[in-house]
Nanobody, 122 residues
Framework: VQLQASGGGLVQAGGSLRLSCTTS????????MAWFRQAPGKEREFVAA????????SYADSVKGRFTVSRDNTENTGYLQMNSLKPEDTAVYYC????????????????WGQGTQVTVSS
């Protein structure tokens, strides 16, 4: 399974960005796409996840109410809509995937895309 993330950039605090992640994996099974982020000097942390079939979602407390995960089945693409961005959201964002249930831990995701940089200026 290959994942290709895009959509990062520089935005002012309070602004919005939408990240995309195109997958080559089969999404008609128990496919889960997740987003993680890693700020300089910090561990990679869970942001959000979506079960492709059924639509179950999970969000980190730090992004609840501001970020939304979604998918486009026809394009095999997942999205992370980020609103009300804060400087502390600055990080490299990664999409990841697994075939099983939605879980917020990095160690359970076998497939990873390259990161995309998100920088939020104050």
């Amino acid at each position: 399974v290959q994942l290709q993330a895009s959509g990062g950039g520089l935005v002012q605090a309070g602004g919005s960005l939408r990240l995309s992640c195109t997958t080559s994996g089969r999404t008609d099974t128990n496919y889960v796409m997740a987003w993680f982020r890693q700020a300089p000097g910090k561990e990679r942390e869970f942001v959000a996840a979506l079960a492709w079939r059924g639509g179950t979602t999970s969000y980190a407390d730090s992004v609840k109410g501001r970020f939304t995960v979604s998918r486009d089945n026809t394009e095999n693409t997942g999205y992370l809509q980020m609103n009300s961005l804060k400087p502390e959201d600055t990080a490299v964002y990664y999409c990841a995937a697994r075939y099983d249930s939605v879980l917020p831990m990095r160690k359970y995701y076998r497939y990873w895309g390259q990161g995309t940089q998100v920088t939020v200026s104050s």
